[in-house]
């Protein structure tokens, strides 16, 4: 039988010992010196040489060269305490894992006051001596303290905080240390070479990673790769298939995909990784490796002459070409990605799963830590692909367009630029006719409102017809009108709502300057910034979906809305607007909100001009419910001068009216910027009218009408509040269905009865109170 490797390669003297020279030099000095004290605390990993410096230390006492570093050998001592010797009398190693209890250390206490039988010192070795009770160390305290002059105490432990303390400050500690790999593999290629085995050179990173930087564990690996051998000695593959780390090939193909970037490629490697029956997490953890390897190498890139890495020179240079490749900024961020999945994958169901999401996190462009930056990258980059295309598309159009001077972007203007252009003395000329003309299209919609009202028995085309021919009539003199006295800057109103010809384009710079970012350009990317406010604050966005970008003026962003309570709830939050705009294109406007084919802007944004326009709006409720009620018209035509607003207490009474109205006729629920002008729209039947019996039913003389919670009694006789013992919930109602099923005109009738009992006796009683 064979002896292990370990135990074969066991060193005799402190010179043997490798990787622990922080101890051993000390040790060896103190033995040549004399300079000994009675108790020592070897303390450390396991398979580190706790125990063999232990064992060389007591060869080293009893040696009869006396106490001395290089035990001779000769002596009977030494031979007696080499490893295969028979052992001494006066060397007592105790495994205090099993003998920790106190009545143990009782026993050792009286045993110890015997002098050595042979040797010059009684030497006990405690092993694994943290598994002493208390009360065993209590037991061996004095002994420890002042020992017998010939007696030795030597205590070896992985874990050095459990001794005693009062224990450990009566001896010299001595803490060991796991082996680095540039220590451990020139040893097993020279032990390899003692053995007469072939082993390839891959092979040993992988033995020393396996081991851990213990040298008994790396020992053991290697022996039994070495034992698993064939004539051909241990190959790279069956070290791989063995030990079960991931093959270097897969961790390469990983790395050359994150470093291409190409997602097909990685996916492909850990399709693979789990067809060789790999264990995910140990490639998260070997590509953990790699990837801290490859950080390595990129600051240090002499990292495989220095130690710092460890491999054969080929896959050095491979890791020296991935290390280029993949940059110094997504190398960390894949290592810490991967390390984060590590301590995800703890304790999961699905670590493939998992290993692919890693994979997804890394393809990503990094965007923690330079977020900002890459957001200002991008909207750099959009404003110019914004701007380019119109550009473009401007090339293209072959109209020649009288070409107005370029609005030079000035530093913000004043919010009431639209209030400049006109002095108040000809605005308060010209408001009665704006007012006048605003008026027109409202009542037109009253007339509308109210033949809609009536259109129970006509039919729908007649209906829409007289809608036409109506807001037809009001259009027409709303243009027979004179036109009013503007002032010459005045601007025309907005003609278009989408793509408006006449909108000035800004002259175009010189070619090595940004391209200035025009209406169009505002509008084409409009529904990324609608997306964007929507995903900050539901209510902005559902404001700014009313509003038509109808202009851009210098730095102000001139948007129209349908009513002027949209504009007024749109121009006081006009900052996450804003925002947006700034994210999508990269510049700040000034917003200014207009009411559809008025000049003027919102009530709340001229609020700096004093005893002019409408107040703010304060019953919001009215206003909100009366913009819901308003027609949704399209855009007017081009051509034609709007109609002036009504006056403010016309248009509170029609709103009432409205208001009235609506609660026979639902509006259409399509609210949207563009909606189809209402004339489009179907009306709406009134569900309180009698509905056609179907062939082949009866109809009953009922005073109810079903809805859909069950049946209930008709809307007036319900008495307001209270229980109604005619109505039930869905369910009841249900069931009764089915009886009805049996047979029951009378069982309704009896219904009937009650509710009319009921109400009689309702009525009783209030006329008695
Ligand atoms: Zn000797």
Known sequence: ?????????????????????????????????????????????????????????????????????????????????????????????????????????????????????????????????????????????????????????????????????????????????????????????????????????????????????SARDTLSVLDQLIAGAGAEGVTYARAVALLGVTDVALIDEMCDALAAGDGAAAYSTINRVAEAGHDPRRFASDLLERLRDLIVLQQVPDAATKGLIDGPSDQVERMVAQSARLGPATLSRCADIVHNGLVEMRGTTAPRLLLELITARMLLPGAEATEDLLQRLERVERRFAIAGSAVQEEDARPAARPQPTAPTPTPRHKPDTAAQHKPDATAAQHKPETQAAQHSPETAAATQHRSETQAGQHGSETQAGQQTQVVQHRAETAAAQPPAPREPEVKPPPQAVMDDPATPEPERPGSSLPPQLDVTGVRRAWDEILNMVNSRKKRIAALARNATVRDLEGDALVLTFQSAALAGMMSKETSVLSDAIYEVLGARFELRCEVAGDQRPAPAAQAARPAAGPPPPRRRRRHRKQSRCRPKTGPSPPGRVAPPRASRHRRRKTATRRRRHRRHVPSPTDSRRLAPPRLDVAPVPNLLLPRPTPPGRVSLPSTRTTTARGRMPPRRARPRGGRVRGFRPRRRADRRRGRRAHGAAEQRAAGNAVVAADLRRRKDRRGLG
């Not at 010196?33 to 006492?61: D, E, M, V, W």
């Not at 028979?86 to 045993?111: C, K």
């Not at 240390?177 to 390899?192: A, F, N």
């Open 1 to 213: 039988m064979a002896l292990a490797l370990y135990r074969k390669y066991r060193p005799r003297t402190f010179a043997e010992v490798i990787g622990q020279e922080h101890v051993t030099e000390p040790l060896s000095q103190a033995l040549r010196s004399g300079r000994l004290h009675h108790a020592y605390l070897f303390s450390g990993p396991r398979g580190c040489g706790k125990t063999s410096s232990a064992r060389i230390l007591a060869r080293s006492l009893n040696c009869a060269q006396g106490p001395t570093p290089e035990p001779c050998g000769q002596c009977d001592s030494c031979k007696s305490l080499a490893a295969d010797g028979a052992g001494s009398i006066d060397v007592i190693e105790i495994d205090a894992a099993s003998h920790g209890g106190v009545d143990d250390a009782r026993e050792l206490r009286e045993r110890a006051f015997f002098a050595p039988a042979t040797s010059r010192y009684k030497i006990y070795v405690i092993d694994e001596a943290h598994m002493v009770s208390s009360a065993g160390f209590n037991a061996l305290l004095k002994l420890v303290e002042e020992p017998p002059d010939y007696v030795k105490f030597i205590f070896a432990t992985t874990e050095p905080e459990k001794v005693l303390g009062t224990i450990k400050s009566r001896t010299h500690h001595y803490p060991f240390r796991l082996m680095p790999p540039g220590v451990l593999r020139p040893y097993l290629e020279q032990l390899c070479a003692a053995e007469g085995v072939k082993v390839e050179s891959a092979v040993f990173p992988l033995v020393v990673r396996a081991g851990g930087g």
